[in-house]
């Protein structure tokens, strides 16, 4: 009882994991071992789940390792004296680094064996090289690296040891797959709470109800920090109690389907009041106020961009309507600003504003905040609360100010021709176009969901696929001709959050100006890789340039056709062929999402099955 958990038992696991294709039996095999920990040594819970999702620490505290490919290549020669080239060789012929370092491991040689490696080890050593800094941070890092590789017993340590330093685990253990397990270890340790005369359906209602709560609270407190604590110190029941909407940890975002036309939203809104607004051209900022007076600022994929924005900060106290209200958390859309002409930029000009150590006297690109929603106010959680109430105190509560605080514009109308007009005049007002949502019937905010109860109608989804993709940029062919000198089309691909992997879509070089070439060359070439990514789900004859998965385009096109040569979706639409983009655009560079965040295989197989029912009713009316 109490020792702590040996990294080779979660190691195998994961081995396991990589070759079990099925999801249930994954979720089974990962339970089993986290009750094996609740029930054994409780402390270590925390660390082992943050290392089955390859994470340091909730997304807001923005901890990242820093190891790049060399660095873990400089290791691996320190610790098995391989030369460098040697080891680029084996990776390029194995595609996985990981796999390298198994197969390096039995060439270590050591005086003195190292004390096995523990699960809470591990962990803390990540979060040592993650918390490296200053001018020898590198040698520091490969330090700390080689010693892990000399530590590993086994060449399944090894592997997953430099996969994690990697980023990339590869064995398709999605973040709601650890969610269900964590579900299922807390409601079934100890055994007693289930005994055999409960029944494998109240044992089914049982598992269900604590998955749904583990789910939930870590939903409306996304940190792992927060919620393992709570579950092995409260009763399950209590956990909303005690992981619930918090100012200083930023949920994700409700988020809304596209919609092609205004028939549409009336056929999907017929019978409930629903409002319109303004669907405006920025970033989304969910602005916080802490009860202790701390301000802080979120982007959409929870990164604290505080730093970025010292001028919002500065408003905080100017927006509220009396010294009453002492916290809050408002779902805001922090937009470029011209001051002089008092209309609103593009976000291309709030791409350019500097992320991090802005000074708010040198600031240039001025941003005014549209608020459109409130999630808590004063101690007390507000998005189970209808929109239209939201609304309301939102308004009640808070003061706008010319170019710098403003409330979303809106309409409440459901006259077609008064929404056709409020569209028109969103784009002359330079908007994306309109959100569409419910106010009073299924209007509660759902955190972390793409809801039907929220519509986007855009200008450029009156025609084409309807919503537009984010992509990853892979790879690249060198240009010939005028476009000697530059990349001339590039290769983007989707992510497949279950098994990880980028997969191929499309190819992208017309409709590029000269000015877009260079500059997307000029920041590609910082990411070339000697060869495709293990994890990318390619053709290698698809580009003779190759990049680290880091930047994501947002790309329109007019529909989406079934392709034995892409992978996107493959199997999902097509037993054996995947889907790709016709005549794919370029928009804009989405600076504010990962490659992670970019769209899913999943996404694109659904905007296809639209694309196809669409196409289906368009027949049944011609004939």
């Given at each position: ?71 873990l ?12 080239k ?28 190292p ?15 993650a ?7 590198t ?8 010693n ?19 980023g ?28 055999a ?41 209590d ?22 036309c205004?028939?549409?939203?009336l ?15 920025g ?18 994929n ?45 976000f ?33 959680p ?34 077609t021709?008064d ?5 028109d ?12 949502k ?21 200008a450029?989804?009156?025609?084409g ?10 790879g ?35 409709g590029l ?53 892409y992978?996107?979706a493959?199997?999902l ?22 490659p ?20 289906e ?7």
């Amino acid at each position: 009882m109490n020792e702590p958990v040996p990294y080779s038992i979660l190691a195998e696991t994961f081995e396991i994991i990589e070759q079990e294709p099925k999801r249930l039996k994954i979720t089974e095999i990962v339970s089993d071992l986290l009750r094996s920990i609740i029930y054994l040594t409780p402390e270590d819970l925390l660390p082992c789940v943050y290392l089955c999702l390859n994470k340091l620490g909730p997304a807001y505290e923005g901890a990242e390792l820093g190891v790049g490919e060399s660095l873990l290549v400089k290791a691996m020669r320190d610790a098995t004296g391989r030369s460098i080239k040697t080891i680029q060789e084996d990776i390029e012929a194995l595609g996985d680094i990981g796999l390298v370092a198994a197969s390096s491991r039995g060439r270590q040689k050591t005086l003195l064996r190292p004390k096995p490696m523990t699960v809470r080890g591990v962990y803390e050593t990540l979060k040592k090289i993650a918390a490296v800094t200053g001018n020898t941070s590198t040698q520091k890092k490969v330090d700390l690296i080689k010693n892990g590789l000399v530590a590993c017993r086994s060449s399944c340590e090894a592997k997953f040891w430099i996969r994690s330093l990697s980023g990339k685990l590869r064995i398709g253990l999605a973040e709601q797959t650890v969610l269900t397990s964590l579900g299922h270890a807390i409601a079934l340790t100890p055994p007693a709470h289930l005994d055999a005369e409960d029944g494998a359906r109240a044992k089914q209602e049982t598992l269900d109800r604590s998955v749904s709560l583990v789910k939930t609270a870590f939903c409306e407190m996304p940190s792992l920090d927060k919620l393992v604590p709570a579950l092995l110190e409260h009763p399950l029941e209590d956990i909303p109690l005690y992981c619930t909407v918090t100012p200083g940890i930023p949920v994700k975002p409700m988020l809304a389907h596209p919609t092609k036309c205004i028939r549409q939203i009336l056929s999907r809104f017929e019978g409930h009041a629903f409002t319109c607004e303004y669907k405006y051209d920025g970033e989304r900022a969910q602005l916080h106020l802490c009860e202790d007076g701390t301000a802080k600022v979120y982007s959409r994929n929870q990164e604290d961009t505080t730093q970025k924005f010292p001028d919002i900060i500065a408003r905080v106290n100017k927006i509220k309507k009396d010294e009453t209200i002492r916290s809050f958390i408002l779902d805001c859309e922090a937009v470029a600003w011209d001051a002089s002409k008092r209309e609103l930029l593009p976000f291309q000009v709030l791409s350019t504003r500097k992320r991090k150590e802005v000074e708010a006297q040198a600031i240039s690109i001025h941003v005014c905040v549209f608020a459109f929603d409130l999630l808590y106010l004063n101690g007390t959680p507000c998005h189970r609360l209808p929109f239209c109430d939201r609304r309301m105190l939102l308004k009640e509560n808070f003061i706008p100010l010319e170019g710098q605080f403003q409330f979303a514009k809106g309409m409440d109308s459901q006259d077609t021709e008064d929404i056709q007009d409020f569209l028109d005049q969103s784009i002359k007002d330079k908007c994306e176009g309109l959100m569409i949502k419910t106010l009073s019937s299924h209007a509660t905010y759902e955190i972390s969901k793409r809801s039907r109860n929220w519509l986007k109608l855009k200008a450029d989804y009156l025609e084409g696929i309807g919503d537009t993709l984010d992509l990853v940029v892979i790879g690249a062919t060198k240009g010939q001709g005028k476009r000697t000198g530059v990349y001339g089309n590039f290769l983007l691909a989707c992510y497949n959050p279950t098994s990880e992997q980028y997969e191929t879509i499309c190819k992208l070089g017309t409709g590029l100006s000269e000015e877009n070439l260079d500059a997307f060359t000029s920041t590609l070439q910082g990411l070339v890789i000697k060869a495709p990514k293990g994890y990318y789900k390619c053709d290698r004859a698809d580009a003779t340039v190759w990049f680290s998965p880091s930047v994501v385009w947002e790309i329109k096109a007019s529909d989406l056709s079934i392709s034995p040569k892409y992978q996107a979706a493959k199997g999902l639409v097509h037993p054996n062929k995947g889907i790709s983009l016709r005549f794919p655009r370029f928009l804009r560079i989405r600076e504010d999402k990962t490659p992670e965040e970019a769209t899913t295989s999943q996404s694109v197989a659904h905007f296809y099955n639209l694309q196809q029912n669409k196409q289906e009713l368009v027949e049944h009316d011609e004939y």
